[in-house]
């Protein structure tokens, strides 16, 4: 059964103060893992794919990066509009053509001014 | 830029009584998702649309869950009887169709079974 765990549950931050969240992941084959940012009573929001270890994306302050069991989702110099719940998905290649995702349960992320 | 809408935002249900979620999925995609998020925990995966039939259902999909694609639009779950435990935010998503492509989400159907 594909696992996937985040950490820290939850991380406050000064604005301005860098940091990393971590994703561990469980999975028969990775096709791809997947981050997306979710605000309060909102729809998950796509940010990332990164299909390969080794594999880095960048948008604005944060960097998505991948390793053979876990991936980071570093944050540098985050602004309190970065405040939101981080959300790390895997999609299996033993999931045949259905490509569901696979979640955690987030971490939430508070940025303070 | 296209997105996945879904209705309607809010949805108060009686229990025993029958709901159906609404979703118009990104136009040119090809797969469709149902996932559903109970407060607090964890959005899990509850099933998958493909060439109009279901490609994969998760254990909560029980028989009183089905969906549907009623036209070349609209995507739509259906919840016969519902139990205080469907109380959850559910979640249309929809995907392109080459391997590893992400899924886009709508904003969600909060649903409230009382």
């Known amino acids: 059964e594909d696992q996937v765990t985040q950490s820290p549950e939850a991380l406050r931050l000064q604005e301005g103060e860098s940091s990393s969240l971590n994703c561990s992941y469980t999975v028969s084959g990775l096709r791809g893992l997947f981050w997306y940012r979710q605000d309060p009573g909102k729809g998950p929001e796509f940010l990332f794919t990164?299909?390969?270890a080794g594999e880095e994306k960048e948008k604005e302050r944060l960097k998505a990066t991948l390793t053979k069991k876990e991936s980071f989702l570093h944050i540098t110099a985050p602004k309190p509009e970065d405040s939101a719940t981080y959300l790390c998905a895997v999609q299996a290649v033993e999931g045949g053509s259905n490509y569901k995702l696979t979640f955690g349960k987030g971490t939430l992320l508070t940025v303070n001014p | 830029e296209p997105e996945v809408t879904q209705t309607p935002s809010h949805q108060v249900t009686q229990m025993g009584q029958e709901v159906i979620l609404r979703c118009v999925p990104i136009?040119?995609?090809?797969?469709f998702y149902w996932y559903r998020q109970i407060l607090g925990q964890k959005v899990e995966f509850l099933v998958s649309f493909y060439n109009n039939e279901i490609s994969e259902k998760s254990e909560i999909f029980d028989d009183q869950f089905s969906v549907e694609r009623p036209d070349g639009s609209n995507f739509t779950l259906k919840i016969r009887s519902t139990k205080l435990e469907d109380s959850a935010m559910y979640f249309c998503?929809?995907?392109?169709?080459?391997?590893?492509?992400?899924?886009?989400f709508g904003q969600g159907t909060r649903l409230t079974v009382v």
């Open positions: 990164l299909y390969s």
């Open positions: 136009s040119n995609h090809l797969y």
């Open positions: 998503a929809s995907r392109g169709g080459k391997p590893g492509r992400e899924a886009f």
